[in-house]
C-alpha cells in the first residue's frame, strides 16, 4: 500500500474554486483504478493549507493516475490557485497502529 500526501497553499481568495474543483474529481479519484482512499485535509494553523491525503495500490497505481486525462486536468485547474509551490510525497506503510479499547 502507497500513502501519497500533497500539502497545497492557496491564495486565500481561492480556497472556494479549489472546494469546487476538488468536490467535482474526488469520486472520480476515489473510483480510479488503484485508488482504495481519498481524504482531504486543513492545516489547523495555517487556514490558506490543504492536504490531500490517499492511499494506492502500489506506486504503479499513483503513475497510472498521474498520466491520466484525470489527474492533468484537475492539476492544471488547481496550480494555477497555488500562492506556494506544492510539497508532494509518498511512502510505503510499514505498520498501522490503531487504537484499542482496553476496558
Given at each position: ?22 468536490d ?39 503513475d ?6 484525470l ?33
Open positions: 500500500m502507497l500513502v501519497r500526501i500533497v500539502r497545497m497553499t492557496f491564495q486565500e481568495d481561492k480556497l472556494a474554486d479549489f472546494h469546487a474543483i476538488f467535482n474529481s474526488k469520486y472520480l479519484i476515489r473510483a480510479f483504478p488503484g485508488n482504495r482512499h481519498l481524504q482531504l485535509l486543513s492545516d489547523p494553523d495555517r487556514p490558506d493549507v490543504r492536504m490531500t491525503y490517499s492511499l494506492w495500490d502500489s506506486a504503479d497505481a499513483l497510472d493516475y498521474r498520466q491520466s486525462e489527474f492533468r486536468s484537475t492539476w492544471a485547474a488547481t496550480k494555477v490557485l497555488f500562492a506556494e509551490r506544492a510539497i508532494a510525497f509518498s511512502g510505503e506503510n510499514l505498520e498501522t497502529v490503531t487504537q484499542i479499547d482496553m476496558a
